[in-house]
């Protein structure tokens, strides 16, 4: 995707993406809140809704493919009590 606008600026890694998807992050390791490691494939668009969509690809166990909105991709999460990236880039 061509750097779309997005409603939502986010910090991912200490890098500022403001308001775009950036493809520098296509191939990039993330890690989970839970723990399990992904590497980003790309983005899409939702059928339905144009939304944008963060393709996704589990790095354990059979290697599944995964679509979720990209602002909850790059949402936050609250977990006892603690606010927290739902995923963040793998060091």
């Known amino acids: 995707m061509n750097n779309e606008t997005a409603d939502f600026s986010r910090s991912v890694g200490g890098d500022v993406y403001a308001g775009k998807y950036d493809a520098t992050l296509i191939?990039?390791?993330f890690v989970h809140f839970k723990g399990g490691h992904y590497r980003l494939i790309g983005f899409a668009k939702m059928s339905e809704t144009e939304e944008t969509a963060v393709v996704y690809q589990t790095l354990y166990g059979e290697r599944g493919m995964w679509v979720r909105p990209a602002e909850m991709f790059f949402g936050d999460?609250?977990?006892?009590?603690?606010?927290?990236?739902?995923?963040?880039?793998?060091?």
């Open 27 to 29: 191939g990039r390791e």
């Open 77 to 91: 999460v609250v977990r006892g009590g603690i606010v927290q990236q739902r995923f963040r880039l793998a060091e």
